[in-house]
């Protein structure tokens, strides 16, 4: 990795919060025999021995850090290769600068937004990628974003634009026919990182400018998901791919890009009455003389993810949808996406489908890192890698790929690589 930090040779790598993503990271990482350590480490020592406890492995082992301290980071990364940060994203700094202290490479999956929204001091993705040149000064490498969306949704966008001559428009679309019994409500990924992102004002990509729009109210449209997920409302999202990919994607004439996510009408009615009475805010407000945050009251009222698995069923489709042109100057759409459902998950990984998803690129990152595959140094965005290595890999961990191309009017649906 042309690191000079004395810890190349290190093979621990640290999974830093052990909620629903940080446990598929986990389990991941013991299908990668070069590994010698797996430590889970979370603010709850007894969530991070209660991962640990199903991994049953000996390589694995828990310990209790605190991801707002910098420096109880640092002396957890001590040894470590790598870390993936799989706690909430507003950490995501401290982390990086802790990996910069003990010369650690970093990976996470997600940052409060693409870009800043006044008066509420989000760490974005814009923010990270400033990590570049200091991160290049010590031979060290941050992905940034490397779950499903943002992440597997970047490298399709790559894909796309490294075989098309021109490319106008990359629009994202996340949508599932999930349904969850035994609980009134439910959301299947970091509750409080949805409710940050989906009541943010979105971001969208459009002639050459961003632009924002009414948060829940902006792009709506019904799109046709692939089967089994089918025909769904979608709406814009403030999300981290409108942020990076015009930046890196831009060169070849881009004109729109935008992240479409399909809500349920229940949730789209439930973030509204919270964003209507304050229960969506940070901001500490006293009750009967106790100190509270509104948003952690209700994220601690709502199931977590990692206890869904077995009351989950139906399917999740994430894509990225691309138009230009062909090297002859003709028309080209490229729908790339990934299918899977809650019963594979659930089976593979004792995990609902959303998490999986969400927590299969970074262990593959990890796999390409330590066996030389990724060799950049750097604060990157995903759509920077190599995207080819990533379509083979991402089937055999569980993550089939299909496109569907449509040229000179022709629709032509394929299986990309087979599982």
Known sequence: MGSNTGQTHSSSILVLGAGGVGEVVAKGLQ???QINSIIVADLSLERAEAVVKTLQDPRAVAIQVNASDVQAVTQALDGCRIVVHAGIPRFNPIVMEACLEAGCHYIDMASDGPFDVPGQGLVTVQSQLEYNNRFRMR????????????????????YAYDRMNTVED????????????NYPFAITFSPETSIEECLQPPLSYQEGEFVTGVPLETGIEVFTFPEPVGQLTVRSVSHEEVGTLPKFLGKKGLKRCEFKYALSQQYVDILKALQTVGLDREEMVLVEGVPVVPRKVVVSLLPQPSQLADSMAGSSCIGTWVKGTDEDGMPLDMFMYTVQDNEYSKRIMGANIT????GIPPVIAVEMILDGTITMIGAIAPEQLDPKPWMERLPKWGMPLFIRRTSHAKLDVEEFVRS
């Open 139 to 158: 031979g060290l490498l941050a992905i940034l974003g490397i779950g499903s969306d943002p992440g597997v949704t970047n490298i399709m966008a790559r």
């Open 31 to 33: 299908r990668i025999p």
């Open 355 to 358: 998490v999986f998803q969400a």
């Open 170 to 181: 990359i629009v994202v679309y996340d949508g599932d026919n999930v349904t969850v019994k």
